[in-house]
């Protein structure tokens, strides 16, 4: 069958096939530009001339998600954009935002019209409705947002990276539709990480200091949480507390943490009166594992000669929700393996346990499964626990020392 022959206008280049579409088409693909590239649309036909100002999304400051690979005369400097941004949200008035992505540049902290600045452009998005919003200061160090609350009916995802949060700003409490919060390579020194409003589900936060220049522990009070993930945090351990609906959490300790003991190989001498052991501003309660109690999805890593982790098990905090658990070699030091019994002896619907004893790399290379065998399981041993999964990078003394604890159980590995 012949093409389809093109008519006079089509050959001309004279219709406008994509100003033909709906407008609420246009704004969608409005808000997947830069927000100069949005703007320069208006010279394109008299149509395109407003549509920017009702554009769904707002993309300013560049696209890179990483600013070593802008040119410097490209970097997004609070001071050269702020008329175009001022000038930019003037137009929009408060016309609803589903996103609004915020990136800038600033080498002057101290620089009080900057940090006003940006804070109110930051309000206006919220003013405006805005569903998603991501900050991120792509400087060489973290910029400090203001001190007041969020309030907002309409948001739904906040993502926040490379600032620094104080006192009330970490108070979502007036956000009540926020489910999904995301928090990276920022200063956390604020008393409380809160959301009382029901409505807050996922919880990300990795690469972030807490309470550096305070010294305390910042409490998570989040009682709606589904899901955790606090990965490769700084200073202080902070203090989470109940979470009844916790479904999964990932928690990643590092060398960074400051909880670890100097008196002990161990790094938990246990004295009661050990000012590693117990800092001070500690309230001397569980830290980590009583909040996460009630998970039903557990990953507990430690990378260092941390303390909390055993701390914590003086509690003997009970998981009773705990389906499947996986812990790396922290969890497994010999001869008595506490940690890992404690663990195990207070995780009665356990199913599957995965122990990960490689040191940092991107993976393992011996993978063993374990199954008990037909005599009575020590009661040690969780009745519904049936999966149990070894990943090594080679099974040298430490790896045997653990199976050969493990076998003490009835249990038999095959690889």
């Known amino acids: 069958m012949p093409p ?10 004279g219709e406008d096939r994509i100003g033909a579409l709906p407008d609420e088409i246009l704004h ?15 010279v394109l036909a008299g149509r395109w001339r407003h549509l920017r100002k009702s554009a769904t999304g707002l993309r300013i400051g560049g696209e890179s998600e990483d600013w070593v690979w802008w040119r410097v005369e490209e970097k997004p400097r609070v001071r050269d954009i702020r008329e175009f941004v001022d000038h930019l949200l003037l137009l929009r008035g408060c016309e609803p935002l589903d996103m609004c992505e915020l990136r800038f540049w600033s080498d002057y902290y101290d620089d009080d019209d900057e940090t006003r600045r940006v804070n109110l452009w930051i309000r206006h998005a919220v003013a405006s409705q805005v569903r998603h919003l991501v900050v991120r200061s792509i400087a060489g160090g973290v910029f400090e947002l203001d001190d007041l609350p969020l309030v907002s009916r309409h948001l739904t995802r ?17 956000c009540s539709a926020l489910k999904h919060l995301k928090i990276s390579d920022s200063m956390i020194s604020c008393p409380m990480i809160s959301s009382s409003a029901g409505s807050l589900q996922q919880l990300s936060i990795s690469h972030c200091s807490f309470g550096a220049v305070r010294n305390f522990r910042t409490r998570i009070c989040v ?3 589904v899901s955790l993930q606090l990965d490769d945090y700084w200073c202080m351990t ?3 507390e109940s979470m009844p609906s916790l479904v999964e959490a990932t928690i990643t300790v590092n060398s960074g943490c400051s909880d670890f ?3 002990a190989g161990s790094g938990y001498c246990g004295f009661e009166d050990c000012n590693y052991c117990y800092p001070i501003n500690d309230d001397r309660s569980c830290v980590l594992l009583k909040g996460l109690s009630e998970a039903k999805n557990l990953a507990l890593v430690a990378h260092c000669r941390t303390f909390i982790f055993n701390r914590d098990l003086k509690w003997y905090p009970t998981f009773s929700k705990l389906k499947t658990l996986l812990l790396n070699d922290h969890w497994c030091v010999a001869p008595e ?22 040191s940092w790399g991107p993976g393992h290379k011996v993978e063993m499964n374990g199954s008990f065998g037909m005599m009575d399981r020590p009661a040690e041993i969780p009745e519904h626990l049936n999966i149990v999964e070894v990943k090594c990078e080679e099974v040298n003394e430490n790896v045997s020392k653990v199976l050969k604890f493990l076998c003490a159980f009835n249990l038999r590995f095959s690889f």
Do not use: Y
């Open 4 to 13: 389809a022959k093109r008519s006079k206008k089509d050959q001309a280049g």
């Open 28 to 42: 969608h693909m409005l808000s997947f530009l830069p927000a100069r590239d949005a703007v320069q649309t208006c």
């Open 158 to 174: 906040l993502e926040l990276f490379k600032l620094d949060l104080t006192d009330r700003f970490c108070n979502f409490s007036s």
């Open 223 to 225: 009682p709606s949480l």
């Open 238 to 240: 902070p203090l989470l």
């Open 261 to 263: 003991c100097r008196n």
């Open 337 to 358: 393996f506490h940690a890992l019994s404690c663990i195990l002896k207070h995780s009665p619907v356990l199913e599957k346990l995965t122990l990960h004893l490689f």
